[in-house]
């Protein structure tokens, strides 16, 4: 039998929201795992246990962000004129 996990689902997403916070106010350049971890109010070991390294948690995010992406565009109506809908993306 497995060790339980001590992260889970809600940590993910938590990191993510921290990651993506550090990024809109001081860039790439101020993203340290310490930080996202401090934010969270975790240590650094729930960013490696859930994401393996720093480039895992920047893969996590680019795939949040293709997701929102994704689900942006499959909002947006569709008309008998592709132009416009474009237009209006």
């Known amino acids: 039998m497995g060790r339980p ?3 889970d689902q809600a ?10 916070r ?5 860039g790439l350049e101020g993203l340290t795992l310490r930080r996202v971890a401090d934010l969270t109010g975790t240590t650094t070991r729930a960013v490696y ?5 720093k480039e895992g948690l920047l ?17 947006l109506p569709v008309t008998d004129d592709p132009v ?3 237009i209006h993306a």
């Open 5 to 7: 996990r001590l992260h």
């Open 11 to 20: 940590t993910a997403t938590a990191l993510l929201d921290a990651a993506e």
């Open 22 to 26: 550090i990024l809109s106010d001081d």
């Open 49 to 53: 246990s859930t994401y393996g390294s």
């Open 59 to 75: 893969a996590a995010l680019g795939g949040r962000a293709f997701d929102v992406l994704g689900a942006a565009v499959r909002a």
């Open 84 to 86: 416009a809908d474009l």
